[in-house]
């Protein structure tokens, strides 16, 4: 299974912007389908962004024009750039991967958004 180590979480104003990271294992890693997903307090986890192995990219529409994924094949990295940050995004952020290994997911990291 492929292993995945989100970092970058943390407490930030309204308005403000955090970069997270996600470090994978393995050595096809740009072959990996790479995905965001977070989950809020009592809430469902819902799918934030995607990136295919192409770079192709795909947001959830409340991300959309804030949000940035993108990755570094050569650092084994996912990342995720959050700007204009609001209230409403705060969740743990979690990485998820698809490989032929199969589906992995990091341990999660926390991002709060204050107003």
């Known amino acids: 299974q492929v292993q995945l180590v989100e970092s970058g979480g943390g407490s930030v104003q309204a308005g403000g912007s955090l970069r997270l990271s996600c470090a994978a294992s393995g050595s096809l890693f740009d072959t990996y389908i790479m995905r965001w997903y977070r989950q809020a307090p009592g809430k469902q986890r819902d799918l934030v962004a995607t990136i295919t192995s192409g770079e192709s990219t795909n947001y959830a529409d409340s991300v959309k024009g804030r949000f940035t994924i993108s990755r570094d094949n050569a650092k084994n990295t996912l990342y995720l750039q959050m700007n204009s940050l609001l209230p409403e995004d705060t969740a743990v952020y979690y990485c998820?991967?698809?490989?032929?290994?199969?589906?992995?997911w990091g341990q999660g990291t926390q991002v709060t958004v204050s107003s």
């Open positions: 998820n991967s698809v490989s032929p290994r199969g589906i992995s």
